[in-house]
């Protein structure tokens, strides 16, 4: 069955440096998304993506947020300058409807933790 | 602002019996209401999908009602097993261009043999 794959696994990185995430969607999928996951909480949206602009965007996806798709099966999260809070597990998604009647398809997730 | 509420201690049942998980929600009208299965470490994985027009849904050994008046939606799983043990989470959508879904905490339930 496909599977939206994310890397890496695991990333560590120090405050105030730059990180991207990256996913490679299911390819028949035209629909985008990123979340996260404080250690504890709820999974939180970040991002909705859709023919190469963003659909909609939550209020904790600000300037230092961007996202991309720079080529036909990557699709990148790029956080410019990291902050401790940014401490979570992000998960990228994928589905082939956009108004919540097709279900997303879930990555397993980079761990991002930030020193 | 919306709020959505799951069973907030977790849910501990024997082999074989019916675990019903609870899902309310306020402040909110969604279009769909979505069941996802969370392992540790793990992504989200989707079960089932229930339209606001839609009273009842089932899937093998899973069904999700959805009660717009209420605002609750309950999950069963019938003859549970210990390999059912993990967190759900519930989801919900307005069905709006951007498919935002917005997560419940979960509820953690351990099938004991």
């Known amino acids: 069955e496909p599977e939206v794959t994310q890397t890496p696994s695991h990333q560590v990185t120090q405050m105030g440096q730059e990180v991207i995430l990256r996913c490679v969607p299911i390819s028949n999928h035209l629909y985008f998304y990123w979340y996260r996951q404080i250690l504890g909480q709820k999974v939180e949206f970040l991002v909705s993506f859709y023919n190469n602009e963003i659909s909609e965007k939550s209020e904790i996806f600000d300037d230092q947020f961007s996202v991309e798709r720079p080529d036909g099966s990557n699709f990148t999260l790029k956080i410019r300058s990291t902050k401790l809070e940014d401490s979570a597990m992000y998960f990228c998604?994928?589905?082939?409807?956009?108004?919540?009647?097709?279900?997303?398809?879930f990555g397993d997730g980079t761990r991002l933790s930030i020193l | 602002s919306q709020k959505i509420e799951q069973n907030s201690e977790a849910l501990n049942i024997q082999e074989g019996k019916t675990a019903t998980l609870t899902c309310n929600y306020t402040n909110y009208s969604p279009a769909y209401l979505q069941w996802y299965r969370q392992d540790p470490g793990r992504g989200p994985v989707f079960l089932l999908l229930?339209?606001?027009?839609?009273k009842e849904k089932r899937k093998e050994r899973l069904k999700v009602t959805f009660d717009t008046t209420l605002k609750q939606s309950l999950f069963h799983i019938t003859a549970s097993q210990p390999a059912d043990s993990a967190t759900y989470l519930c989801a919900l959508s307005r069905g709006e261009y951007g498919n935002k879904l917005v997560f419940g905490a979960g509820t953690i339930l351990r099938v004991k043999s």
């Open positions: 998604a994928s589905s082939t409807g956009t108004h919540g009647n097709q279900p997303q398809h």
């Open positions: 229930i339209r606001e027009n839609e």
